[in-house]
Protein backbone atom coordinates (compact mmCIF):
# COMPACT_ATOMS: atom_id res chain seq x y z
CA UNK A 1 0.00 0.00 0.00
CA UNK A 2 1.70 3.47 -1.02
CA UNK A 3 2.12 6.06 1.92
CA UNK A 4 1.41 9.52 1.36
CA UNK A 5 1.34 12.66 3.48
CA UNK A 6 1.09 16.14 3.79
CA UNK A 7 2.60 18.58 6.05
CA UNK A 8 2.12 22.82 6.23
CA UNK A 9 3.95 24.54 8.84
CA UNK A 10 4.73 28.34 9.47
CA UNK A 11 8.03 29.36 9.41
CA UNK A 12 8.18 31.66 13.09
CA UNK A 13 11.04 33.37 14.24
CA UNK A 14 9.25 32.54 17.89
CA UNK A 15 10.31 29.04 17.20
CA UNK A 16 14.28 30.03 16.02
CA UNK A 17 13.49 29.30 12.67
CA UNK A 18 14.75 31.40 9.50
CA UNK A 19 13.11 31.74 6.22
CA UNK A 20 16.71 31.68 4.29
CA UNK A 21 17.81 28.90 6.23
CA UNK A 22 14.72 26.76 5.61
CA UNK A 23 14.96 27.55 1.76
CA UNK A 24 18.88 26.83 1.76
CA UNK A 25 17.70 23.29 2.95
CA UNK A 26 14.86 22.87 0.63
CA UNK A 27 16.68 24.10 -2.21
CA UNK A 28 19.92 21.96 -1.21
CA UNK A 29 21.79 25.17 -1.77
CA UNK A 30 23.70 28.07 0.03
CA UNK A 31 21.59 31.47 0.97
CA UNK A 32 22.97 34.45 2.87
CA UNK A 33 20.27 35.93 4.94
CA UNK A 34 20.86 39.91 4.87
CA UNK A 35 18.99 40.32 8.34
CA UNK A 36 20.77 37.99 10.66
CA UNK A 37 24.10 38.19 8.46
CA UNK A 38 24.03 34.39 8.59
CA UNK A 39 25.01 31.82 5.71
CA UNK A 40 23.21 28.58 5.31
CA UNK A 41 24.73 26.08 2.88
CA UNK A 42 23.26 22.67 2.42
CA UNK A 43 25.02 22.28 -1.15
CA UNK A 44 26.47 19.33 0.38
CA UNK A 45 23.41 17.16 1.40
CA UNK A 46 21.99 14.64 -0.91
CA UNK A 47 19.99 16.31 -3.92
CA UNK A 48 16.14 17.01 -2.90
CA UNK A 49 13.63 15.31 -5.07
CA UNK A 50 12.05 18.27 -6.36
CA UNK A 51 12.44 22.02 -5.77
CA UNK A 52 10.74 24.96 -7.35
CA UNK A 53 9.55 28.67 -6.49
CA UNK A 54 5.85 29.32 -7.87
CA UNK A 55 5.29 33.01 -8.41
CA UNK A 56 1.37 34.51 -8.35
CA UNK A 57 0.47 36.25 -11.79
CA UNK A 58 2.38 39.73 -11.73
CA UNK A 59 4.46 38.91 -9.37
CA UNK A 60 8.56 40.73 -9.93
CA UNK A 61 10.39 37.69 -11.53
CA UNK A 62 13.69 38.81 -9.43
CA UNK A 63 11.66 37.02 -6.93
CA UNK A 64 12.53 33.43 -8.91
CA UNK A 65 15.77 33.36 -6.96
CA UNK A 66 15.67 32.11 -3.22
CA UNK A 67 18.17 34.20 -2.39
CA UNK A 68 16.00 37.86 -3.48
CA UNK A 69 12.37 36.22 -2.38
CA UNK A 70 13.46 34.97 1.45
CA UNK A 71 16.12 37.63 1.75
CA UNK A 72 12.90 39.63 1.11
CA UNK A 73 10.55 37.92 3.23
CA UNK A 74 12.41 37.95 5.90
CA UNK A 75 13.22 41.62 5.72
CA UNK A 76 9.20 42.49 4.89
CA UNK A 77 8.87 41.16 8.65
CA UNK A 78 9.84 43.27 12.11
CA UNK A 79 8.64 41.44 14.74
CA UNK A 80 10.74 39.10 16.58
CA UNK A 81 7.68 36.44 16.54
CA UNK A 82 6.67 37.04 13.10
CA UNK A 83 5.55 34.27 11.13
CA UNK A 84 8.12 34.38 8.03
CA UNK A 85 7.07 31.84 5.80
CA UNK A 86 4.69 29.15 5.23
CA UNK A 87 6.04 25.65 3.93
CA UNK A 88 3.98 23.10 2.61
CA UNK A 89 5.62 18.75 2.05
CA UNK A 90 3.93 16.73 0.23
CA UNK A 91 5.11 12.98 0.05
CA UNK A 92 3.61 11.51 -2.49
CA UNK A 93 3.82 7.57 -3.61
CA UNK A 94 7.28 6.52 -5.61
CA UNK A 95 5.33 3.37 -7.56
CA UNK A 96 5.09 2.81 -11.19
CA UNK A 97 1.43 4.02 -11.67
CA UNK A 98 2.03 7.43 -11.16
CA UNK A 99 5.47 8.76 -13.05
CA UNK A 100 7.83 11.77 -11.61
CA UNK A 101 6.44 14.62 -14.11
CA UNK A 102 2.37 13.27 -13.15
CA UNK A 103 3.60 13.82 -8.83
CA UNK A 104 5.05 17.15 -10.11
CA UNK A 105 1.84 18.29 -11.80
CA UNK A 106 -0.14 16.95 -8.93
CA UNK A 107 2.01 18.62 -6.36
CA UNK A 108 2.17 22.17 -8.54
CA UNK A 109 -1.91 21.90 -8.27
CA UNK A 110 -1.78 21.08 -4.77
CA UNK A 111 0.18 23.97 -4.29
CA UNK A 112 -2.28 26.79 -6.22
Known sequence: MA??????????????????RKSAYNARA???CARTGETFSF????????????LPEGADQKFQDIHVLWNAAEHAEKRKDAQVA?????????????SFDDRIELSKRFAE
Open 3 to 20: IQFARCAYVSRSTGANAC
Open 30 to 32: QVA
Open 43 to 54: AGRDAGVFHEVM
Open 86 to 98: KEIVLALPDNKEI
